[in-house]
């Protein structure tokens, strides 16, 4: 995130050092705290499951703040999973993959279709001290509104 923040402005190569800084980082955060939640456990609980999006929903929040989707993608298996175990502690065990991507696929359309707006929103949530360390799109963005 330093390597990130030296140019919001996403103009020097320190940005392409940056993109592949976070994609490698991604499945090092993101694995070990699913791993911990058990989720793709054979076991895995209903609580488990509920836990690991609210995981996933605190990493695209977080992937929307630095404009980065790397988080996001580390952790679809462990997001599908856990739907997936949702899905069939409801009771809908012979549809629960189809559902799983269905309803995974559908947020994940919609998030891309609208991620600028999301982000600009966000960002207006933040104090403005956090949000110029922020890469510009979302900060021009504010600035106008």
């Known amino acids: 995130m330093r390597w990130d923040m030296s140019d919001p402005e996403r103009r020097t190569r320190r940005t392409d050092v940056a993109f592949w800084l976070h994609l490698a980082a991604a499945p090092m955060i993101v694995h070990p705290a699913f791993q911990w939640l ?3 456990e054979s076991g895995a609980t ?3 499951a509920v836990t690991g999006l609210a995981l996933y929903a605190a990493l695209t929040i977080s992937a929307l703040l630095v404009d980065r ?3 996001m993608v580390s952790a679809l298996a462990y997001v599908l999973a856990a739907m ?3 899905f069939r502690e409801a009771g809908a065990l012979s549809l629960s993959t189809a559902l799983t991507a269905l309803a995974l696929g559908s947020a994940l359309l919609l ?3 609208f ?3 999301v982000r600009v929103q966000l960002v207006r949530l933040l104090p403005l001290a956090v949000s110029r360390l922020l890469p510009p799109g979302a900060q021009r963005s ?3 509104a």
């Open 38 to 40: 058990g989720v793709l």
């Open 46 to 48: 209903a609580l488990s």
């Open 69 to 71: 989707r790397a988080l």
């Open 84 to 86: 997936t175990t949702l």
């Open 111 to 113: 998030l891309s279709a």
């Open 115 to 117: 991620w600028h707006g």
């Open 142 to 144: 504010v600035a106008q």
